[in-house]
T-cell receptor
Framework: DVKVTQSSRYLVKRTGEKVFLECVQD?????MFWYRQDPGLGLRLIYF???????EKGDIPEGYSVSREKKERFSLILESASTNQTSMYLC????????????FGEGSRLTVL | GNSVTQMEGPVTLSEEAFLTINCTYT??????LFWYVQYPGEGLQLLLK?????DKGSNKGFEATYRKETTSFHLEKGSVQVSDSAVYFC????????????FGSGTKLNVKP
């Protein structure tokens, strides 16, 4: 069974803290994504990676960075968390030869106080 | 450009009622179209998809037909159950760039017993 695992389901952090969100997939997928989900706004792409150490900015990269040192792992980093980054974060992956289907993790709900 | 518009929710139905969630899109060429579902507390999962005009995607009693003439991909189910309560997202991606997904804002469905 295919699986995308996000390490933390719920996090509470303080303004200015550095935050790491981890995502691991077991499908040997080349492409991995970080989305942010907010009510009424749908999903917005933060960053994606199409290979190890390769990354591209999505629609809302400001305030975020990413790391992909191994194929199966894609990390989202908030260098200095702010209250407007309180949100649900979704990791997804996609195989290179697929017809586009994304596989999602269960999400990480981050609250920044 | 590419975009997806879906009906605002929430949609509240009684069990066994007929469901339609409207989705229209703007895109160049021949995109692939998807419906994803997000159950409470979970990430998104693919419900159905269609990759060319007049294709019908179906799964778990849900159906959607890719209508190029009306640029629509409406989701339907003949008889909803309480367990169908979830948020439904319409999405498209282009065959020339499967790493870019365009999501609608989501429609919350509440089904009452």
């Amino acid at each position: 069974d295919v699986k995308v695992t996000q390490s933390s389901r719920y996090l509470v952090k303080r303004t200015g803290e550095k935050v790491f969100l981890e995502c691991v997939q077991d499908m040997d997928h080349e492409n991995m994504f970080w989305y942010r989900q907010d009510p009424g706004l749908g999903l917005r792409l933060i960053y994606f990676s199409y290979d190890v150490k390769m990354k591209e900015k999505g629609d809302i990269p400001e305030g975020y960075s990413v790391s992909r040192e191994k194929k199966e792992r894609f990390s989202l980093i908030l260098e200095s968390a702010s209250t407007n980054q309180t949100s649900m974060y979704l990791c997804a992956s996609r195989g290179q030869g697929s017809t586009g289907e994304l596989f999602f993790g269960e999400g990480s709900r981050l609250t920044v106080l | 450009g590419n975009s997806v518009t879906q009906m605002e929710g929430p949609v509240t139905l009684s069990e066994e009622a007929f469901l339609t969630i409207n989705c229209t899109y703007t895109a160049t060429g021949y995109p692939s179209l998807f419906w994803y579902v997000q159950y409470p507390g979970e990430g998104l999962q693919l419900l159905l998809k269609a990759t060319k005009a007049d294709d019908k995607g179906s799964n778990k009693g849900f159906e959607a037909t890719y209508r190029k003439e009306t640029t629509s991909f409406h989701l339907e189910k003949g008889s909803v159950q309480v367990s169908d309560s979830a948020v439904y997202f319409c999405a498209l991606t282009q065959t020339y760039n499967f790493n870019k997904f365009y999501f609608g804002s989501g429609t919350k469905l509440n089904v009452k017993p």
